[in-house]
């Protein structure tokens, strides 16, 4: 006899169903569709199951939790009541599948509809039932299953009404006259938490909009509903005020935010962190950079155009998304800021801040006025840090290369190489390494361009005193294989990369660092002794020649013969022809030396006592061939372009105190002589004195007491001065040491007298 089998209930478990081996297949069963929808379990209980079997899930006839409304239906009792409608030998698919979308207000009609034609008599029998059964449902509040259908299908605006009406199911306290709450209502707790992950969805749904609205870069009519939600919602926050479980909600305030995390994700999109370090070049960096500067300026002209005329005035959304946009390319230069960076990606960075950004995104016309007195991506603080770390590394790198520079043009000075290579080999480059970084630095910031500047001078400094002691070495000692005249070839190179140096100083030096002054004057001591000691070399062996025709002045036959003269022009004459491959400045200073030194050499014998004049004739034969070798000597040296033509009257006036015969006289040109040459003294007046044959002590002593009076600082007769005074920093009798006066002795010593005779005896002319 089969056995009879049990009508099935309505709450009874399907045949194949998976959760009826357990009691809690109903929890399961709804856990499993929670998480099917991606959002984390709707309504978990953290209660187990009741205890004891209940009435059934159908809906009650009770009143709803909200005043006179009708209870909202649970999801799994949304399940079960498709499960009821269909006929019983249709085949059914999963309840697990999700309702297929329906037009807002129309659910519920396609499981009734299916079986609408089986017959005349049946169709007509309940169309009146079913469309009371579909106004029926469309007046009932929809299930959370419903609610995120709604968000998915991106209703916006429905879903947030029917989330803000659930939100006041479980905030509003229930009005039911019964002492036990309808069974098809959820737990409060579980509402909450329905409430809670509805909200989750929606701001996802709302910022994905959001996002796609900027990407669009044309009208997005999707975006009226984001709007109108954030409206729906800050009225929410006003009417329920802080009554109900999350509120306020603030939205306007998390879309501002949403707004600054999407411009992130859209710069980071464009240019992934990271990615424009680590060559060292800054080619990679500056492309990166210009990739965000190019997507910044075009979302920004999305919003502007399409964007934020969508958004009502007083949410100055082009302001929000601004800033929004703004902080985010703040924070990607400041990690890259954080990043070990080399020389190049240093400048590239500050340059990008300080310079493309004004330039290229402040400036455009569009976006320029949206970011106006946002400031700078990089905070004062860090541009500052930067620049320091700038300074440091260009410091090194220019130290080590300069030092390398220098080595290899050391090495090179004794081989076979011209003037013209060794010049630019060394000058050329070292001025250029450092030209690179002074050219750049200022075009950052002026206040950076001064430290580099500092910098750079100190460098040079310490570069200029290793050249200089590297020459001094090289020119005092000389290979051997190198011949005189290549030394001489080596020591132009060398003396014509100074002019160089020393106008690359004092560029450095105008920049205006306090320090700056003091640097400079270092490294001009450094490239003067470099000057003299290369002119030393170069004079040297002229004055070797010259020194034989010098000791033939100031004799008996040099007043007859001018051959020891003509052999000293022609020599120096000769010795300028050398002098070509000197720059101007260099030469300047080698014809000045060779100037004085050549006039101290001439001076020399006259003041040392080689020459007495005994009578007024032999003064005037002396004068008159002064007369005539000094005008031959300053055509010379203006044939030469001396830069020291003072020197050319030193000789006319000691001629003048050879010839004057009124002591009024010499003494006014005493105070001359003294006017022009300020280290003058009275032992070098008194060897002229003896050359002129003035013997007499009270002459001797009005003529001396002029230079007496100079030397004890007191006041000289005005008529003893010329109108102007030159220059206090001329230096000639300095130079020019004269032979001590003897001492008289307060007794007689009569067997000194014969040796008196032996005394070296002078041309008496």
């Known amino acids: 006899m089969p056995l009879l089998r049990k009508p099935p209930r309505e709450d009874d478990p399907e045949p194949g169903d998976p959760f009826a081996a357990s009691p809690e297949s109903r929890f399961r069963r709804r856990a499993t569709l929670e998480l099917l929808v991606g959002l984390g379990p709707f309504g978990r209980s953290r209660r187990g199951p009741p205890p004891g079997p209940g009435p059934g899930p159908g809906p009650g006839p009770g009143p709803g939790p909200v005043g006179d409304a009708r209870a909202r239906r649970r999801s799994e009792d949304l399940g079960r009541r498709r499960r009821k409608e269909e006929p019983s030998g249709t085949k059914r698919g999963s309840w697990l599948r999700l309702p297929v979308p329906t037009p807002w207000g129309q659910r519920g009609a396609g499981a009734d509809g299916a079986g609408a034609g089986d017959g005349d008599g049946a169709g007509q029998g309940t169309d009146g039932r079913g469309k009371e059964k579909e106004k029926e449902k469309e007046k009932e509040p929809l299930s959370v299953l419903e609610i995120l259908e709604l968000i998915q299908r991106r209703e916006l605006v429905a879903a947030d009404e029917q989330i803000i009406a659930l939100e006041a199911e479980c905030a509003a306290p229930s009005s039911s006259s019964s002492p036990s709450p309808s069974p098809s209502a959820p737990p409060p707790g579980r509402q909450a938490r329905d409430v809670a992950l509805l909200y989750r969805a929606l701001l996802a749904q709302l910022w994905a909009v959001l996002a796609e609205a900027v990407a669009a870069a044309r009208p997005l009519p999707l975006l009226r509903s984001v709007i109108r939600v954030l409206q729906q919602e800050e009225a929410a926050d006003q009417r329920l005020g802080a009554g109900g479980a999350g509120r306020p909600r603030r939205l306007r305030q998390r879309w501002q935010e949403a707004a600054a995390r999407a411009a992130g994700e859209r710069l980071a999109q464009a240019a992934p962190p990271g990615a424009g370090t680590g060559t060292g070049t800054g080619t990679a960096l500056g492309a990166e950079l210009a990739a965000l500067a190019e997507r910044l300026l075009r979302d920004l002209s999305s919003v502007r155009a399409h964007v934020a005329p969508a958004f009502p005035a007083a949410y100055e959304a082009a302001a929000v998304y601004a800033r929004g946009y703004h902080r985010a390319l703040a924070q990607r230069l400041g990690a890259a800021a954080q990043r070990a960076l080399g020389v190049t990606e240093l400048y590239v960075l500050l340059e990008w801040n300080s310079g493309a950004y004004p330039r290229e995104v402040l400036g455009n016309p569009e976006v320029g006025p949206l970011l106006q007195g946002l400031g700078p991506p990089l905070p004062p603080e860090t541009q500052r840090s930067l620049e320091s770390s700038c300074i440091s590394a260009v410091k090194a790198k220019v130290e080590a290369a300069l030092a390398q520079e220098l080595q290899l043009s050391e090495d090179s000075w004794a081989e076979e190489v011209t003037s013209q290579e060794l010049q630019e080999g060394l000058a050329t480059r070292v001025t250029g390494l450092l030209r690179a970084h002074v050219d750049r630095a200022p075009q950052i910031t002026p206040e950076f361009g001064r430290e580099m500047a500092q910098s750079l001078l100190g460098v040079l400094v310490t570069f200029l005193h290793s050249f200089q002691r590297k020459v001094e ?293």
């Not at 001396?642 to 005493?670: C, G, H, I, N």
Request: aromatic share 6%; net charge positive; hydrophobic share 40%.
């Open 473 to 765: 070495r090289f020119l005092e000692a000389p290979n051997d294989p190198c011949p005189p005249d290549g030394t001489a070839g080596r020591a132009i190179a060398l003396v014509n990369c100074c002019p160089t140096f020393r106008s690359f100083a004092e560029r450095l030096a105008q920049f205006g660092h306090p320090e700056g002054e003091e640097l400079r004057r270092q490294a001009q001591g450094a490239l003067d002794k470099v000057t003299r000691s290369c002119n030393h070399v170069l004079t040297q062996r002229l004055f070797e020649d010259l020194k034989p025709y010098f000791n033939k002045l100031m004799k008996r036959k040099w007043l007859t013969s001018s051959d020891a003269f003509n052999s000293i022009v022609m020599l120096i004459t000769s010795f300028s022809q050398k002098l070509r491959l000197l720059h101007p400045e260099p030469y300047q200073v080698l014809v000045s030396d060779l100037h004085r030194r050549v006039l101290l050499a001439y001076v020399r014998p006259l003041l040392s006592g080689r020459v007495v004049c005994t009578s007024a004739k032999a003064r005037a034969r002396v004068a008159a061939r002064l007369s005539d070798e000094a005008r031959q000597l300053r055509e010379l040296f203006t044939r030469l372009d001396s830069a020291s033509p003072w020197l050319d009257s030193v000789v006319p006036r000691l001629r003048e105190l050879l010839v004057l015969e009124d002591t009024a006289a010499l003494q006014m040109e005493v105070g001359v002589l003294a006017r022009d040459f300020p280290d003058v003294r009275r032992e070098h007046v008194a060897a002229v004195l003896d050359a002129r044959g003035l013997r007499s002590p009270s002459a001797r002593h009005e003529i001396l007491g002029v230079l007496r009076d100079l030397e004890r600082g007191g006041a000289v007769a005005p008529a003893l001065m010329a109108p102007a005074s030159p220059s206090r920093h001329r230096a000639f009798f300095a130079e020019l040491p004269v032979p001590g006066a003897g001492r008289c002795l307060p007794f007689q010593l009569p067997r000194l007298a014969p040796m008196a005779r032996l005394r070296r005896r002078r041309p008496r002319l």
